[in-house]
């Protein structure tokens, strides 16, 4: 499985006021909550009569562009979804599972960015690396590097600081699920009030993990200050679907998947992941992938167990890369992978205002959602399979001839895939 970088869970109660942290970080779904999608031709007394004996209760949502509901349920939702799967008036039904949160310009850290311009110094690789320099060089010229015209990345993740020095007047869109639950204590949360409507403006990051994914991608360059982003004359649009602890059900993701894409992200960059394959998460992502390239993290397992949304078709799966242009041995590998990126100890924005150092594929994941983003920007006329197919094969093959599980057809290149 694919495990985004995470740093904590969501803890959901199955009816105790109680629970452990330990206890939490093993839940799989939301238990209090059902998503539910009724059959087209089904009646409304038929809907009705499947949701009475299934013990629905309450409708807490729908999830945009797919159909489905997110209904408050009194016992186990794998029970209840079970139920509900044998009524011909129901399409589907199933768990609200639960995601986890799977870094030369004047910059003065940009030296510290060896994924961006790797020149071989502590134990690297020279050119190692995405090309980022002589990508922008051959892209803008020389000495220019301009703060808009880019195309729009989406992101999906724990939100951002807009604030921050390096994100200023980049988040041109900001939305997030209305409630993530109760919070107790500070170690756990209630679901009673977990509401997965998308409110504008709630995108501000409470944990770290989306400021830091979003500085990858989209930091401003040449400002002098902290470091430059791939794509950072990409405006971003936020949305905040995973709480505090780095965790979030898949009826906030979805959500927010079809926020961003009616905000007209062209890419949509999602450094998290599930062991479950949603019906609900595929939905969305079917939906959203007629007008953008979603890229997702493979997962941090060490391992070739598929991660949700990355293995599915419709989306871009990426492998993190060292600064020796290897494959991180945390990094899932699998036929899913398509492209890999650097993901070990990069440095990037944070949300207390300055910069942190972290590893995963999460961090893999904004570098190559940064490079199909200046590829759309390029080409914004046309569609999300072709700045795929523009992506995939503007790589450097580093490991075995061709595609193979470690870092698919290679780790990214922008000045490859962006110029020729």
């Known amino acids: 499985m694919k495990r985004a970088i995470s740093i904590g869970i969501t803890a959901l109660l199955a009816g105790l006021a109680c629970a452990s942290a330990a ?10 909550t059902v998503i539910v999608k009724y059959a087209d031709r089904a009646s409304s007394s038929q809907r009705s009569l499947a949701g009475r004996l299934a013990g629905l209760g309450e409708t807490l949502g729908s999830i945009r562009g797919v159909g489905a509901q997110v209904v408050r349920v009194a016992r186990d939702p794998a029970a209840v979804a079970a139920r509900l799967n044998r009524s011909k008036a129901v399409a589907y039904a199933e768990p609200n599972y639960i995601a986890r949160a799977t870094g030369i310009p004047n910059d003065p850290r940009f030296g510290e960015l060896y994924g961006l311009d790797n020149n071989g110094r502590a134990g690297g690789t020279a050119d190692a690396d995405i090309d980022a320099p002589e990508g922008w060089t051959a892209l803008f010229g020389a000495s220019a590097f301009p703060s808009t015209g880019g195309a729009k990345i989406g992101i999906v993740d724990t939100g951002a600081r807009a604030g921050h020095e390096d994100l ?3 988040v041109v869109n900001c939305a997030g699920v209305r409630s993530f639950g109760i919070d107790v204590l500070g170690l756990l949360n209630l ?52 709480d505090r602890l780095g965790a979030g059900a898949v009826a906030g993701i979805a959500n927010c ?25 595929r939905a969305a992502i079917s939906a959203a992938s007629s007008g953008a390239l979603i890229v997702a993290a493979a997962g941090n ?10 293995s599915y078709a419709e989306v871009v799966s990426v492998a993190a890369t060292d600064r020796l242009d290897q494959r991180a041995p945390f990094s899932t590998f699998n036929d899913d992978v398509e492209v890999a990126a650097p993901g070990v100890n990069i440095l990037s924005t944070w949300n207390d205002g300055g910069y942190k150092v972290i590893s995963g594929t999460s961090m893999a994941t904004p570098h190559a959602a940064a490079v199909a983003a200046i590829i759309a920007g390029r080409y914004p006329s046309q569609t999300p399979a072709f700045w795929r197919a523009k992506l995939v094969a503007g790589v450097d093959d ?14 990214v290149n ?7």
């Open 191 to 242: 679901p009673l009030l977990a509401d997965p409507t998308i409110v504008d403006g709630r995108c501000g990051d409470d944990n770290g993990h989306g400021t830091h994914v979003a500085g990858i991608a989209a930091a401003r360059a040449n400002n002098g200050r902290g470091v430059a982003g791939v794509a950072f004359n990409s405006p971003l649009a936020i949305c905040k679907a995973l």
């Open 257 to 281: 998947i079809g926020y961003l894409a009616a905000t007209g992200a062209k890419v949509i960059s999602m450094s998290l992941g599930t062991a479950v394959d949603s019906t609900t998460l």
């Open 414 to 420: 922008l000045l490859q895939a962006a110029t020729e």
């Open 23 to 32: 206890n939490a970080a093993s839940a799989r779904y939301d238990a209090r």
């Open 301 to 310: 397992g060490g391992n070739a167990v598929a991660n949700y949304p990355a």
């Open 398 to 411: 580093v490991t075995a001839p061709g595609r193979d599980p470690q870092t698919g057809f290679g780790r």
């Open 168 to 170: 200023a007047g980049k």
